[in-house]
Every structure is written in C-alpha cells, then in structure tokens.
T-cell receptor, first 115, second 113 residues
Framework: GDSVTQMEGPVTLSEEAFLTINCTYT??????LFWYVQYPGEGLQLLLK?????DKGSNKGFEATYRKETTSFHLEKGSVQVSDSAVYFC??????????????FGQGTILTVHP | EAGVVQSPRYKIIEKKQPVAFWCNPI?????LYWYLQNLGQGPELLIR????????DSQLPKDRFSAERLKGVDSTLKIQPAELGDSAVYLC???????????FGPGTRLTVL
C-alpha cells in the first residue's frame, strides 16, 4: 500500500536558519504530493502541492520539488521565522481511481524556531 | 468565510461511556471527512461522505463507531462504548468536491480515562 515517511523530529532551529524536512513516499501509482502545516490550536492547512514529477510547489517562502526518481518531496525554506513554528505533514493523494482524493499522511515533524 | 467548525474542542470521559463529536463543514462543500490522529502520528481517514452518503468507511471500526451526515451538511461521529485506546484527536475536513483541496477543522481532543 501507499505510505509516507518523514524525518524524525522535533527540529529546532534559530531564526533565519535554513530548513529542510525530508519526506519520502511509497506509491502504487502516480500521486500528487502535499505539505500541510498545523499551527498550535488550529486545523491543518495546505501549504503547497505538486501534481507531477519535477513540479515545484511553493508558498510563503517554502518550496518542495516532486522527485520521482528518489520518491521524495523534501520541504525547504531559506530563512525560517519564529512564526514558522508548527507541525508539518507530508501527504499524497491520487487524482483518480478508487483512492481518488484520499490523503495519506506522514507522521508529522515538529518545528520550533527560536529568536 | 467561516472555516470548518468542530465541537467540543476537548472531551474527557470514563471508559465505556459514549461520546459524540460534531462537525459543521464549510458552506457548499459536498464532501466531508472524519480523520483520527493519534499522538505523534499523521491523520488517518475514518470515513468520507459525499452529500449524505458514506462512500468510504472501510477504516471505521463499526463495532463501536458510527457516523451520520443528515441532510448532507453537519455530521456527527459517535463512539459507544469508548475504550482507553480511543484517546486521540478527531479531525473533520471538508472539500467542495471529492479530490478538491480539503479544509480541516481544529479537531476534538478526546481523553478516555
């Protein structure tokens, strides 16, 4: 079956540091890939997505590139802020078939950014 | 525009007691999802509704869990009786249609003592 694996957390960084959160996936088909973010006390929000190989999703300074050859979708940001402290989830979904629209999530990575 | 509303936000009950969670999706959203999020894990789909029809409930433990979505709007998820292992966060999400972006509520944190 499909699965998503994220790097172990928590991740603690100083403000303006470079961020990478690794995400790899196992899929039977050709899924779309997503990063969701969950701020304290709030629901999950879609951060960015990519629908096919070599696509780059970007939003709020975050980027991730769909790498089919390495089955990866690593999240990066060049300079993190304290306000980026949250839990980040990598996920996949299909645009068709019996699993159409079903999100499969990784376990989440807690990010804490200190001033 | 109001987001997905869930209540209660927190619930503490004794084991073997019943409990119910309520979800009000974004207005006009056809598809509604209930997810289970265990501590330190990502959300896992329990059930998906299209209008009032449950079209994917394969992960719902039907011996103790039930759900309904009357009139294709609000939804209720019930556990009866609750077990210690049910302690988790229960998330509701909605989307305009299946396959569209899902919008999540803040969740209900259940503690079973």
């Amino acid at each position: 079956g499909d699965s998503v694996t994220q790097m172990e957390g928590p991740v603690t960084l100083s403000e303006e540091a470079f961020l990478t959160i690794n995400c790899t996936y196992t899929a039977t088909g050709y899924p779309s890939l997503f990063w969701y973010v969950q701020y304290p006390g709030e629901g999950l929000q879609l951060l960015l997505k990519a629908t096919k190989a070599d696509d780059k999703g970007s939003n709020k300074g975050f980027e991730a590139t769909y790498r089919k050859e390495t089955t990866s979708f690593h999240l990066e940001k060049g300079s993190v802020q304290v306000s980026d402290s949250a839990v980040y989830f990598c996920a996949l979904s299909y645009a068709g078939g019996t699993s159409y629209g079903k999100l499969t999530f990784g376990q989440g990575t807690i990010l804490t950014v200190h001033p | 525009e109001a987001g997905v509303v869930q209540s209660p936000r927190y619930k503490i009950i004794e084991k073997k007691q019943p409990v119910a969670f309520w979800c009000n999706p974004i207005s006009g959203h056809n598809t509604l999802y209930w997810y289970l999020q265990n501590l330190g894990q990502g959300p896992e789909l329990l059930i998906r509704y299209e209008n009032e029809e449950a079209v994917d409930d394969s992960q719902l433990p039907k011996d103790r869990f039930s759900a309904e979505r009357l009139k294709g709007v609000d939804s209720t998820l019930k556990i009866q009786p609750a077990e210690l292992g049910d302690s988790a966060v229960y998330l509701c999400a909605s989307s305009l249609l299946r396959g569209y972006e899902q919008f999540f509520g803040p969740g209900t944190r259940l503690t079973v003592l």
